[in-house]
């Protein structure tokens, strides 16, 4: 199963960005999907999660500001990033694991795509 990000870019403090990360491939069922980042120097950290029934969770500092969502007929998952913050900066990776069409499971990782926000 691959995954496709975009949406990242270089953005001022206070604006908005929205990621997407499609999958695709030998897909019979997606469990959950979520954001993830990290930045210099940093561990990979949870962004947000969603699972296949819609429960989300974030990590506390970006509670209110960003929001997970997923459509389930396009296997894709977006974050909408609102108010960024400097310390937003990061290289964003996506996630999807589920079952694949020959009933085996998958967890696979996006590219990476770079977010950037300026004081």
């Known amino acids: 199963v691959q995954l496709q990000a975009s949406g990242g870019g270089l953005v001022q403090a206070g604006g908005s960005l929205r990621l997407s990360c499609a999958a695709s491939g030998s897909i019979f069922s997606i469990n959950g999907m979520g954001w993830y980042r990290q930045a210099p120097g940093k561990q990979r950290d949870l962004v947000a999660t969603i699972t296949s029934r819609g429960s989300t969770n974030y990590a506390d500092s970006v509670k209110g500001r960003f929001t997970i969502s997923r459509d389930n007929a396009k296997n894709t998952v977006y974050l909408q990033m609102n108010s960024l913050k400097p310390e937003d900066t990061a290289v964003y990776y996506c996630?999807?694991?589920?079952?694949?069409?020959?009933?085996?499971?998958?967890?696979?990782w996006g590219q990476g795509t770079q977010v950037t926000v300026s004081s």
């Open positions: 996630n999807v694991y589920g079952v694949t069409m020959d009933f085996g499971d998958f967890n696979s």
